[in-house]
């Protein structure tokens, strides 16, 4: 018996070495494939294991599961691949095909749901998975938001999305069991469980439940007076913290004891900072050296103003938070200002000529939202003044320089000159041939050609054959690079691309959508200047844009000079009647837009219905005229135009 065991011992010994020899000549043959999909490859064979794997490989045209790379964890929690070094280990094969799932192929699928799927496999994980997925979906984007679980956060995968070692799952525990001595180790067990094993979550959801109680106070109050007597010069921060941590060993799980050191460390100092303000308000109440705000009048502490660059004025940090929230989300008078002025008042002297230190202003006063929002206009601003091409995210404000293909103005520009030259060169073929027939047939030619030029719309499809030529070069999707946006969003219909992405998903959502622009369109007004659409709902008929244009909602007059004065102030017996004294705009009174919208409707509706005519089919009560045979050829006509332009841009530009 012992020789037989003996025997099939070394048996199995040298079929491990032989597989892990084959293996390792596949990886040479194939550098970057994974070695478990070779490892289940050989699997199928019983000679030639190597030369049939390869032929395979090459037979598939080169495509192959390729090894997979580390994850690593940013500062802010997001994940992002590593090219430095391969996973080896389980959880980390694991997480990288986590990673390509949830960030690249299923972005709208639940976390949860895809870590179950990753587990499912040994190797091949992202090719038998996205398999899995599409067979269980039939390749329907419809029927995958029905069957498979889906997240709002597209497209993120967070610290604590991961999957963990097992030495960081007894490690936090062990940690866990210190934090909180009180909460027995089951019910610990059970919320990292919650928090798929994440120390720093289960650390937050166990405060919650209990901060600690006696035992930590007793544990704290032994191990002080054990410091003491040690003569440990150490902070008490600091010490207390080693004293109640383990010695830590798995990689992550030292960088979130770290992190989680320091954020106790943060809300210290903000502690420490607040008491110190306050003793020394107190301070300057006492000796009554207190300095007014020269704007709210109260008084505060010298450090707890801020200065003008003329230094006449000071003032509180809630007076200008206020000020530049009015600036930015109100009047607007500070959208796009690089020098942010003084908030004086008049004086003898005039309004003050300085202004506020804006490093000041985002170190020590402005929140992050608010000094954000400053620079976002700043950046506007400066984009609308260069007139560039940019592509814009349609979720947040970040965009782009489109350099795939120039400005129109150029291509009009270049367009009629080339029109002319045409007319200029038929007019010299007419003088050098001389045939009469031919002078005829020329001037007719011109006549006719001239004709239809002024008929013609050049501009609207010259604008027409531009838009499909950009979206030829450019593409209909767009990747936001802004780290708290990181969208994908369709260029074409601006929403957020979700799987497959189909720009009108639904024919008869399509024809709402389009009446539903076409009304908008007819009665809201665009600034000339940044080009932003708007619409009033009320108050008064002077409108101020963001980009600080003002206009008349009536007229669309520019009134930035004469403001007020550009209203009628005549009194009137009956308020709303017309005026009888003169011809200026209400001030508050618009025109009734109802019939504008109505129209609109109606042309929307009958456009759509003539360019979608498998509509009609799922509305039995719209009523569409069969189209006539002019209509036809000049729709052909209107294509071929539309079709030599775009080739001519093409060559252009």
Not at 151 to 156: F, H, K, T
Not at 173 to 192: F, N, T
Not at 288 to 314: K, M, P, R, W
Not at 329 to 340: C, E, S, T, W
Request: proline content about 3%.
């Amino acid at each position: 018996m012992a020789r037989q065991h003996k025997k099939r011992t070394s048996a199995i010994t040298s079929s491990k070495q032989g597989e892990k020899h084959l293996v390792d000549q596949l990886v040479t043959l194939f550098p970057l494939g994974d070695p478990d999909y070779f490892r289940h490859c050989l699997s199928y064979y019983e000679s030639d294991h190597v030369e049939r794997v390869a032929e395979k490989v090459c037979a598939m045209g080169g495509h192959y599961p390729q090894v997979s790379y580390q994850v690593q964890v940013n500062d802010n929690g997001s994940v992002t691949t590593s090219t430095l070094a391969t996973a080896t280990q389980q959880h980390e094969r694991w997480n990288a095909a986590l990673y390509t799932l949830a960030t690249q192929l299923f972005p709208d699928c639940c976390i949860d749901y895809l870590r179950q799927q990753v587990i499912r496999y040994d190797h091949s994980i992202v090719e038998q998975v996205t398999t899995a997925l599409l067979a269980t979906t039939g390749g329907d984007n419809t029927t995958a938001a029905v069957r498979i679980p889906e997240r709002l956060d597209s497209g993120r995968l967070l610290r604590q999305d991961l999957f963990r070692s097992g030495l960081y799952k007894s490690q936090a525990m062990e940690q866990l069991g210190l934090d909180y001595p009180q909460i027995w180790k089951s019910s610990i067990c059970a919320v990292l469980a919650e928090n798929n094993w994440d120390y720093i979550n289960s650390y937050d959801q166990l405060s919650e439940m209990g901060s600690g109680g006696f035992w930590r106070s007793l544990r704290n109050f032994f191990t002080h007076w054990s410091l003491s007597k040690t003569g440990s010069s150490s902070s008490s921060s600091a010490s207390s913290s080693s004293s109640s941590s383990i010695t830590a060993t798995e990689t992550t799980f030292i960088k979130e004891l770290d992190q989680l050191r320091k954020r106790k460390l943060d809300h210290q100092s903000a502690l420490d900072t607040t008491l110190a303000h306050e003793l020394n308000t107190e301070e300057y109440d006492t000796c009554q050296q207190s300095i007014a705000c020269d704007c709210c009048f109260t008084d505060y502490a010298f450090e707890q103003l801020v200065f003008c660059s003329h230094g006449n004025h000071g003032f509180c940090h809630d007076c200008i938070t206020r000020f530049m929230m009015e600036g930015l989300f109100g009047q607007g008078a500070l959208r796009g200002v690089d020098r942010i002025p003084c908030i004086a008042s008049d004086n003898r002297d005039g309004l003050c000529p300085g202004c506020l230190p804006t490093t000041l202003l985002h170190d020590k006063v402005l929140s992050d939202d608010i000094w954000k929002a400053y620079e976002t206009s700043l950046f506007e601003v400066n984009m609308t003044s260069q007139q560039w091409a940019l592509v814009q995210c349609a979720s947040c404000s970040y965009c782009e320089l489109d350099e795939s293909i120039r400005p129109i103005q150029h291509v009009v520009a270049k367009t009629m000159t080339l029109i002319s030259l045409a007319r200029w060169v038929m007019v010299l073929l007419l003088l050098v041939v001389g045939f009469q027939g031919m002078l005829y047939l020329t001037l007719f030619l011109l006549l006719v050609s001239s004709t239809l030029i002024i008929k013609w719309d050049l501009q609207s499809d010259l604008q027409i054959a531009y838009n499909r030529l950009v979206n030829k070069r450019r593409g209909y999707a767009f990747q936001c690079r802004n780290p708290s946006c990181a969208k994908l969003t369709c260029l074409q219909c601006m929403h957020v691309i979700r799987g497959l992405h189909t720009c009108w998903e639904n024919e008869k959502d399509g024809l709402r959508l389009y009446i539903e622009k076409a009304m908008a369109d007819a009665v809201k007004r665009t600034c000339p200047v940044c080009n932003l659409s708007f619409q009033k709902s009320d108050g008064c008929n002077k409108i101020r844009c963001k980009c600080g244009y003002a206009m008349c909602y009536i007229c669309r007059k520019d009134i930035g000079k004469e403001s007020y004065a550009h209203f009628c102030d005549h009194f009137r017996v009956i308020p709303g009647s017309p005026c009888d004294k003169c011809n200026k705009c209400d001030l508050y009174k618009t025109d009734p837009e109802d019939e504008s919208i109505q129209k609109a409707a109606a042309v929307a509706r009958r456009e759509y219905l003539e360019a979608h005519p498998d509509v009609v089919k799922q509305l039995p009560d719209v009523v569409v005229g069969p189209r006539s045979t002019l209509d036809k050829i000049d729709e052909w006509r209107h294509e071929s135009v539309l079709w030599l332009l775009q080739s001519g841009m093409d060559l252009i530009i």
